[in-house]
Structures are given as structure tokens and as C-alpha cells.
């Protein structure tokens, strides 16, 4: 009596490697779907914390000077950058996740931190992917945030 011989026939594997690549087209555009989405997510969570840290700021200097103390609200974007990113969460795409620009870089998701004369911080979410670009302006009036 012969023995079987083991291990597997060419069809055999020819039906595990067909296998393989359909779970492989599948699940791959999915997962590039929820990778770009986490992304997104992200710099809509960096521009809100920005508006909301900003806003703080401001509310914190019109207390103080209402109490006749001193106000040491960030007087350019730099040292607003040092206060926004103060854990230094990269953005999306690599970099900083603040930068000192008006728009803000939408190649990487970077947002984008302003001064302007009368103390306004100016915060720019950029046009990332399927993001639409947002501009905040922060003072001690409030927030005034508009589409771009």
C-alpha cells in the first residue's frame, strides 16, 4: 500500500492566494477611508481646542484687567503657538500642529495662528482633504467664525 503524500495540491493554494487578494480589495479602500477620516477628525479637534484655549485667554486677560492686574494675553502668533500646542501634537500630515500663517497648511493639516493689531486671534483651520476651511476670529467681544 502507497502512501499519501502530503501537503497541499497547486489548486489548492492558487484558491487561498484568490482568497487573500478579495479580502485584500476589499478591506484596503476601507481602511484608507477610516485612516482619511481619523485624519480629518483630527485637525477639527485642533482648530476647536485653538478657538476654545483662545478664547479662555481672553476672558482671562478682560478679568484681569477689569481687577486692575496686569494682561499678558500672547502678542503674536509665536507665543500664542507655545500656548495652543503646549502638549506638541504633530498634525495629520507631519509637522506642527500650529503654525504662523494665515491659512494654516492644508498639505498637512497645520492650523494656521494670527495677531492683528487690536489683539484679535485670528485661527485658520486649512481646506484639508474634504475639509472646508474655517477662519475664527477670538477677542474679548467673542468669536466670530466663518466659512472660507
Avoid: C
Avoid at 502507497?2 to 489548492?12: D, H
Wanted: glycine share 8%; net charge negative.
Amino acid at each position: 500500500m502507497r502512501a499519501k503524500p502530503g501537503g497541499f495540491t497547486l489548486v489548492e493554494l492558487m484558491i487561498v492566494v484568490a482568497i487573500i487578494g478579495i479580502i485584500s480589495a476589499v478591506t484596503i479602500p476601507v481602511f484608507q477611508g477610516y485612516t482619511s477620516r481619523s485624519q480629518m477628525a483630527k485637525v477639527s479637534a485642533h482648530f476647536d481646542e485653538a478657538v476654545r484655549i483662545a478664547q479662555n485667554e481672553h476672558a482671562r486677560a478682560q478679568l484681569n484687567d477689569s481687577l486692575g492686574l496686569t494682561t499678558d494675553l500672547p502678542a503674536d502668533a509665536n507665543a500664542w503657538i507655545v500656548i495652543l500646542n503646549s502638549n506638541a501634537a504633530p498634525a495629520p500630515g507631519g509637522g506642527p500642529a500650529f503654525v504662523a500663517a494665515n491659512l494654516g497648511d492644508a498639505a498637512t493639516g497645520a492650523i494656521g495662528v494670527s495677531v492683528t493689531d487690536d489683539q484679535t486671534t485670528v485661527i485658520m483651520r486649512p481646506a484639508y482633504r474634504d475639509l472646508i476651511a474655517y477662519r475664527a476670529e477670538v477677542s474679548r467681544q467673542g468669536v466670530q467664525v466663518t466659512e472660507l
